[in-house]
């Protein structure tokens, strides 16, 4: 059978428990799609399916494919699981979860949301704003809204918002009609040699907007090059007296016809940043638009918001009805996201895995008034860990202590010699004498830290794994452990 959408159904995915892959089967059984699903363990996203009618197998067994017409895998389903078998043995057609995006997006009219970092946060503002102005927009983003509860939704409305994977290519299925490109910087080192690479990829991309489409970049963040990609006319955006603003404003043109200049004709100028968030002015090609007020921390969100506008004005939310609902918008889980606190003592988690990241969120944390920040960061990934091993040492030089773990392994396989220690080596070849730690085993960063946390004190757990226990487990050791969901981004 096929549903009205011309998606052939049912429709069960192998290795549903991601937040990408539970959002779009969320999405295809919303919109009356018979859905199922499978994982190795259970977890929130599965819970949910399970809550909203999808039934989800723990384990894998090629029984469980059943009656299915079309089969979805996550990137991190191995040739050899039986329910992939079990499909190929069928000559079922067996989609890549962009493949099954992209299929979804061609109901709605779609925002793509890419780049190295920022695109959970960036597209759950456009998400949000969408949603506070009753344009009924359908989103998959990679992490729960902490104002909806849920990393995806369907209205409608007719657009969707979407999360754009570089990590492996896939982007490359999507057609969306609006583009944002946060940053480009060399990551995912499996997959690509160098940094080359990951720009032939964003180039591709964005070459594939329609002549009336729209691509957002940010100027200064290693997007530049995508200027001339494009038929679809483009807005650069950056912050006033920066590198992405050091040229006159208005320089920002369509595709291959402009675009050329170093400016960024949609800026921001900063009256306050701080731990809890943001103040700033924006103004299109020097002309004041008016003041946004941000309850998210950091200058990165501050661009963030920036992208969010340019994409949002595209959708017919302009400036004046969504800079007022900015200021409503209270981040996305694991973005700067408190956990709880005990005796003056905060636990605040974020989920940075990249240098780059780290560095923001460090720079967020340290704008505030705590007496020491001190950070917990658990790598992600073995081969990332190798090559970035001394950018990440010098990003964590920047807390006042630092703990470092093992790795957490996620798709890869354990590679000989590398290890968390690692970065301890490379940070103290920036900070000799630390103070900075080893600790492999999060069980043991918990003790460190219940012996030696004071009022006045931040724990700061970073990293895309599990760290996030370390906090919870610290608070609960710490004899006040925060009810799970109470707390705000960054209050």
Same mark, same amino acid.
């Given at each position: 059978?096929?549903?009205?959408?011309?998606?052939?159904?049912?429709?069960?995915?192998?290795?549903?428990?991601?937040?990408?892959?539970?959002?779009?089967?969320?999405?295809?059984?919303?919109?009356?799609?018979?859905?199922?699903?499978?994982?190795?363990?259970?977890?929130?996203?599965?819970?949910?399916?399970?809550?909203?009618?999808?039934?989800?197998?723990?384990?894998?067994?090629?029984?469980?494919?059943?009656?299915?017409?079309?089969?979805?895998?996550?990137?991190?389903?191995?040739?050899?699981?039986?329910?992939?078998?079990?499909?190929?043995?069928?000559?079922?057609?067996?989609?890549?979860?962009?493949?099954?995006? &992209?299929?979804?997006?061609?109901?709605?009219?779609?925002?793509?949301?890419?780049?190295?970092?920022?695109?959970?946060?960036?597209?759950?503002?456009?998400?949000?704003?969408?949603?506070?102005?009753?344009?009924?927009?359908?989103?998959?983003?990679?992490?729960?809204?902490?104002?909806?509860?849920?990393?995806?939704?369907?209205?409608?409305?007719?657009?969707?918002?979407?999360?754009?994977?570089?990590?492996?290519?896939?982007?490359? =299925?999507?057609?969306?009609?609006?583009?944002?490109?946060?940053?480009?910087?060399?990551?995912?080192?499996?997959?690509?040699?160098?940094?080359?690479?990951?720009?032939?990829?964003?180039?591709?991309?964005?070459?594939?907007?329609?002549?009336?489409?729209?691509?957002?970049?940010?100027?200064?963040?290693?997007?530049?090059?995508? $200027?001339?990609?494009?038929?679809? $006319?483009?807005?650069?955006?950056?912050?006033?007296?920066?590198?992405?603003?050091?040229?006159?404003?208005?320089?920002?043109?369509?595709?291959?016809?402009?675009?050329?200049?170093?400016?960024?004709?949609?800026?921001?100028?900063?009256?306050?940043?701080?731990?809890?968030?943001?103040?700033?002015?924006?103004?299109?090609?020097?002309?004041?638009?008016?003041?946004?007020?941000?309850?998210?921390?950091?200058?990165?969100?501050?661009?963030?918001?920036?992208?969010?506008?340019?994409?949002?004005?595209?959708?017919?939310?302009? =400036?004046?009805?969504?800079?007022?609902?900015?200021?409503?918008?209270?981040?996305?889980?694991?973005?700067?996201?408190?956990?709880?606190?005990?005796?003056?003592?905060?636990?605040?988690?974020?989920?940075?895995?990249?240098?780059?990241?780290?560095?923001?969120?460090?720079?967020?944390?340290?704008?505030?008034?705590?007496?020491?920040?001190?950070?917990?960061?658990?790598?992600?990934? =073995?081969?990332?860990?190798?090559?970035?091993?001394?950018?990440?040492?010098?990003?964590?030089?920047?807390?006042?202590?630092?703990?470092?773990?093992?790795?957490?392994?996620?798709?890869?396989?354990?590679?000989?010699?590398?290890?968390?220690?690692?970065?301890?080596? &490379?940070?103290?070849?920036?900070?000799?004498?630390?103070?900075?730690?080893?600790?492999?085993?999060?069980?043991?960063?918990?003790?460190?830290?219940?012996?030696?946390?004071?009022?006045?004190?931040?724990?700061?757990?970073?990293?895309?794994?599990?760290?996030?226990?370390?906090?919870?487990?610290?608070?609960?050791?710490?004899?006040?452990?925060?009810?799970?969901?109470?707390?705000? $981004?960054?209050?």
């Amino acid at each position: 059978m096929r549903h009205e959408t011309g998606i052939p159904q049912p429709v069960h995915f192998i290795g549903v428990g991601g937040a990408g892959m539970s959002g779009i089967a969320a999405v295809l059984s919303r919109l009356g799609v018979v859905v199922s699903g499978s994982d190795l363990k259970a977890s929130r996203y599965t819970r949910h399916l399970e809550e909203c009618g999808v039934p989800v197998y723990i384990g894998h067994d090629a029984a469980q494919v059943g009656a299915a017409a079309l089969v979805v895998i996550s990137s991190a389903i191995p040739p050899g699981n039986p329910e992939l078998q079990e499909a190929r043995r069928r000559g079922l057609p067996v989609l890549q979860r962009a493949e099954m995006l &992209a299929r979804v997006m061609t109901t709605r009219r779609g925002v793509a949301v890419a780049g190295t970092h920022g695109k959970t946060t960036t597209s759950s503002m456009i998400s949000h704003v969408m949603l506070r102005c009753d344009r009924r927009p359908t989103f998959l983003v990679g992490g729960d809204l902490n104002d909806v509860g849920s990393n995806a939704g369907v209205g409608d409305g007719e657009w969707l918002v979407a999360e754009a994977d570089e990590s492996d290519g896939s982007l490359l =299925f999507l057609r969306p009609e609006v583009a944002v490109v946060t940053n480009v910087e060399l990551d995912h080192h499996a997959n690509y040699r160098c940094l080359a690479d990951v720009r032939d990829v964003f180039r591709r991309f964005v070459a594939l907007l329609p002549p009336g489409g729209l691509l957002v970049a940010a100027r200064g963040a290693g997007a530049d090059f995508l $200027a001339g990609e494009t038929e679809a $006319a483009i807005v650069w955006y950056g912050l006033e007296g920066g590198a992405a603003a050091s040229a006159p404003a208005g320089s920002a043109g369509a595709g291959r016809a402009g675009g050329h200049d170093d400016a960024a004709n949609l800026t921001a100028q900063i009256a306050h940043v701080d731990d809890r968030g943001s103040v700033f002015e924006v103004r299109r090609d020097g002309r004041r638009l008016g003041r946004v007020e941000l309850h998210v921390p950091g200058e990165h969100n501050v661009l963030n918001a920036l992208a969010a506008l340019a994409a949002l004005a595209h959708t017919g939310v302009g =400036f004046d009805e969504a800079a007022p609902q900015l200021s409503t918008f209270s981040g996305a889980a694991r973005r700067f996201q408190e956990i709880g606190r005990h005796d003056g003592i905060v636990v605040i988690d974020d989920y940075a895995h990249h240098p780059t990241e780290v560095a923001a969120t460090l720079k967020a944390a340290r704008s505030g008034s705590y007496r020491r920040v001190i950070a917990v960061f658990q790598p992600h990934l =073995f081969s990332r860990t190798r090559y970035l091993q001394r950018e990440f040492g010098r990003a964590l030089t920047m807390a006042d202590e630092t703990i470092v773990t093992d790795i957490f392994p996620a798709r890869e396989e354990p590679e000989p010699g590398v290890t968390g220690k690692l970065i301890v080596d &490379a940070y103290l070849l920036e900070r000799p004498g630390g103070p900075v730690y080893y600790l492999p085993r999060l069980g043991d960063a918990v003790r460190h830290l219940q012996a030696r946390v004071r009022p006045g004190d931040l724990v700061l757990t970073i990293g895309a794994g599990d760290v996030p226990h370390v906090g919870e487990r610290l608070l609960a050791a710490l004899g006040d452990a925060a009810p799970p969901g109470d707390a705000g $981004a960054g209050r």
